[in-house]
């Protein structure tokens, strides 16, 4: 396996991915940003992890708001580095 340090996606599981979504957005919230049923009704980690793993522009746009979340974060939290 190749490294690659510069993708923060790299040893990421989908799985991981939408809990830290989760935490971070709610349901509510991420049903907003992805427009996905298994998002807004009735959703859970395994339904929703179905889905994604079955289709490719969710999963997409799923990766993208992970990506859009850690920008984010490094950007409230740059002040602040030593």
């Given amino acids: 396996m190749h490294e690659q340090p510069n993708n923060p996606l790299h040893g990421m599981t989908l799985?991981?991915?939408?809990?830290?979504?989760?935490e971070h957005y709610g349901w509510g919230e991420l049903g907003i940003y992805v427009k996905i049923r298994c998002f807004n009704d009735n959703p859970s980690v395994k339904s929703s992890l179905?889905?994604?793993?079955?289709t490719p522009w969710a999963r997409t746009k799923v990766e993208n708001l992970y990506l859009d979340m850690l920008r984010e974060k490094e950007k409230q939290s740059w002040p602040y580095r030593k």
């Fill in 15 to 22: 799985e991981k991915i939408l809990n830290a979504l989760v």
């Fill in 50 to 54: 179905k889905f994604l793993r079955k």
